[in-house]
């Protein structure tokens, strides 16, 4: 919605997502997300990491320097909050990751679409419902997914410059409307930027 929000501003934007935003990266998606093999923690962080390494070198570095304007569904602050809080790696450990597999590239601005725990397991038990795809992701539990939320609140309130949060709960229109009121101003102010 946000893409389609600035292409009718003649903005030119691409769209991508983590994992999964290059070739190799939906390769490694379908490897980790849709395996029934248990995967050790570190792999999964490291997966991540590789995948994050080929999205920023060929897809995310090249868009930037064509100044476009890039929008990813995650980045480096989903491993902080699902590999380090979620699984309990250290934080320089995954600091140390992130900076390898970003190379210190840091988006201009991040909205952690917030919700509750309840809500949003709620959300995931709907999709299983109406046979929509689910991931292993999805089988995790309450406390797991607390632990992500409480991370992305912290980043938030550590980095606010950077980071906004919006209240997922309300319908969706709303939702955008504020997506567009926290992004419009940034784009306005910078001739391209990286979302």
Partial sequence: MLAGALRQRSIDVITTCEPGGTPLGRRLREAFLETEETVAPIAE????????????????????????????????????????????????????????????????LTIFFDVSVEKALGRTASRKETGERVNRMDAETADF???????????????????????????????????????????????????
């Fill in 45 to 108: 962080l490291l997966l991540f990491a590789a995948d994050r390494a080929q999205h920023v070198e060929l897809l995310i570095k090249p868009a930037l320097q064509e100044g476009r304007t890039v929008i990813s569904d995650r980045y480096a602050d989903a491993t902080f909050a699902y590999q380090g809080a979620g699984r309990g790696f250290p934080e320089g450990t995954v600091e140390q990751v992130i900076g390898l597999a970003t190379g210190g590239l840091k988006p201009d």
């Fill in 145 to 195: 997914y607390s632990r992500v939320r409480d991370a992305y609140i912290g980043l938030a309130e550590r980095d606010q410059n950077r980071f906004r949060v919006v209240d997922a709960d309300g319908p969706v229109e709303e939702v955008q409307a504020r997506v567009l009121e926290l992004t419009l101003p940034l784009l306005n102010a910078t001739d391209s930027a990286h979302i």
